[in-house]
């Protein structure tokens, strides 16, 4: 190395290490200034209290409007036997207190009219250390119940609950019976029948299969969000059978001009005519112009489709009519045919007895119970065969393509559609377990 290059390395250090001495400087002189500054402890800082209030707090759980925090309940249900001046007395109120109860809800309250089985909450007051109960809620039905004041200004109010609508969803896959798999899911068995309503004009449920499924809205009416006191309608539905979905929604116009079930295309779910008078229960014997009579032992036409059910099961007229013939034959049994225009009739066989009111000439509606099943005349075992007109010959209604109801019309199309988004939009995400299907 060359004392030249000696050089230059010794001047490079030595701008190095001036450089650090230089940065330290100015930190340890900066320090400084800043300790001196503020090396006071600052004195502490005094805050003006605020006017006294109240704290806001959540509001607490409340029941029957008290404050579960500030009041405690004592749950029981009337037993067979007692009375309601029993319960007052038990609680540890005299007789004469027991009177002054009586006496001043006589106006509200039948006394005499309380039922084994109704609920009842004595409610006290945990400030108060007299061990009586300062309150009694009598609930006479999820809907109304009664809420006594027992000390100090005794007296009754009569309390009405409010009803709200609630909106649950369910989706279930068929592996036996449509029913079982809804029920399996806890809808209640009113929807599962609104539902047959519904479909029961487009899909025949006794040929539902293993592997159809069914996606649905349906209304509760609940009390304290959570007791079911009703069933209301079902505003959608999916229900994929046959290999193709069979959308339906509740659609009802301001002006009233519709109300009922429509397809995602307008038209009317309801058709002129049930594809059955019963619901869900098996087809026994179709119609089949070369059947070998099981009574008879001979070759002979069966001209109706026979539905087997259990005795009583009532028989729906499946469409608006009159009432043409009625009585009793030796192969027909006690039988009703109805008229329901110029080209359509029904029959309906081997009733065990005609519904109340049933006579000729009588007016009935779609849907109207006319009949229970049975098994008179030539017949096996209980069920109803059910024959079918057109024009004066009798044919296959399973096989009829039967007429609909009027669609809606393009001056409420708007309306409708804009409620089928929304309701399509909300059947597509109902989760489907497939899980259960599969076992």
């Given at each position: 190395?060359t ?9 490079k ?10 940065v330290?400087a100015v930190?340890?002189?900066?320090g400084l200034f800043?300790?001196e ?17 109240p704290?806001?707090m ?7 409007g ?15 036997g ?5 319960l007052?007395?038990?609680?540890g109120?005299?007789n004469?207190?027991?009177y ?8 509200v ?6 039922i084994?089985?109704e ?9 108060d250390?007299?061990?009586l109960?300062?309150?009694l809620i009598?609930e006479?039905?999820p809907?109304?119940y009664y ?9 009754v ?8 609508t609630r ?19 806890g809808?209640?068995?009113k ?9 029961g ?7 539902i299969?293993?592997g159809d499924?069914?996606?649905?809205l ?10 079911v006191?009703?069933i209301g309608?079902i ?5 994929y059978h046959?290999?193709?979905?069979w959308?339906a ?6 002006d009233?001009?519709?109300?009922g079930y ?6 009317a ?5 049930l594809?059955?008078?019963l619901?869900f229960?098996?087809?026994s014997s ?6 070998f ?9 069966h001209?109706?489709?026979d539905y087997?059910?259990p005795t009583?099961?009532p028989i729906?007229?499946?469409s608006?009519?009159e009432i043409e013939k009625?009585g009793?034959?030796s ?7 109805v ?6 009739s029904?029959?309906?066989l ?9 006579r ?7 849907g ?5 099943v049975?098994a ?6 209980p ?9 004066g ?8 393509e039967?007429?609909?109801a009027?669609?809606?019309e393009e001056a409420?199309r708007?309306?409708f559609e804009?409620?089928l988004?929304v309701?399509m939009g ?6 489907l ?7």
């Open positions: 190395m004392k030249k290059t000696k050089g230059r390395k010794k001047y250090v030595s701008i190095w290490f001036t450089s650090i001495v230089l330290v930190l340890a002189t900066a800043y300790w500054k503020f090396k006071t402890v600052p004195e502490p800082i005094e805050f003006t209290p605020l006017p006294d209030e704290v806001k959540s509001s607490p759980f409340k029941r029957f008290f404050d579960t925090v500030a009041y405690r309940f004592d749950d029981a249900e009337l037993r067979s007692e009375t309601f001046g029993n007052l007395i038990k609680a109120f005299s004469q207190a027991v002054d109860i009586v006496e001043a809800s006589l106006d309250f039948e006394v005499r009219r309380v084994p089985g609920k009842y909450h004595f409610v006290f007051d945990k400030a250390t007299s061990n109960p300062n309150y009598y006479k039905n809907l109304v809420h006594f004041t027992l000390q100090g200004n005794v007296g109010r009569r309390i009405e609950r409010e009803t709200k909106v649950d969803t369910a989706s279930a896959i068929v592996t036996s019976s449509l029913y079982e798999a809804l029920r399996a899911e809808v209640p068995v929807t599962i029948m609104t539902l047959a309503d519904v479909y004009w487009v899909i025949d449920f006794f040929r299969q293993k499924y069914v996606k649905l349906y209304e509760l009416d609940v009390v304290d969000d959570s007791i006191v009703g309608k505003p959608a539905a999916r229900f046959a290999g193709k979905d959308n929604f509740y659609y009802a116009s301001e009233g001009a519709y109300r429509f397809d995602e295309n307008g038209d779910m309801r058709k002129a005519f594809k059955a008078p619901d229960f098996r087809i179709r119609y089949n112009p070369r059947r009579h099981p009574v008879l032992k001979k070759m002979k036409p001209l109706g489709t087997a059910a009583g099961t729906r007229t499946t608006d009519g009625m009793y034959t192969g027909n049994g006690n039988f009703i045919k008229r329901h225009n110029s080209t359509y029904t029959q309906y081997h009733m065990s007895r005609f519904a109340d009111g049933m000729m000439g009588k007016a009935v509606s779609q109207d119970v006319i009949g229970y049975g008179t005349g030539l017949a096996t075992g069920h109803v065969c059910y024959r079918f007109w057109k024009n010959v009798q044919v296959d209604p399973l096989k009829e039967l007429p609909a009027e669609p809606i409420h708007q309306n804009a409620e988004r309701k909300v059947l597509d995400i109902i989760p377990d497939t899980s259960s299907s599969s076992k």
